[in-house]
């Protein structure tokens, strides 16, 4: 598979990471890593930077703040 279609399948699928020893499933990989991971193996699998998963954790958060306060 092409790095494009691995993206496009990241951006669209929402139980698909590329970690082929999870069967590319972010399901299976939090039953075997209920603690979570690392931005670096996280920035991995989503093909993105650490910055950038940096990023849209901090927009996660502010998005859940929001959503607090009504």
């Avoid at 993206?7 to 075997?32: A, T």
Wanted: proline share 3%; net charge negative.
């Amino acid at each position: 598979m092409e790095k494009n279609e691995i993206q496009k399948r990241i951006l669209e699928e929402e139980d698909y990471i590329r970690c082929p020893k999870c069967s590319n499933s972010i399901s299976k990989f939090l039953s075997r890593n209920p603690e979570g991971a690392e931005d670096s193996i996280i920035a991995r699998f989503l093909m993105v930077t650490e910055e950038k998963v940096k990023e849209l954790y901090a927009e996660a958060v502010e998005l859940l703040r929001k959503d607090m306060e009504d």
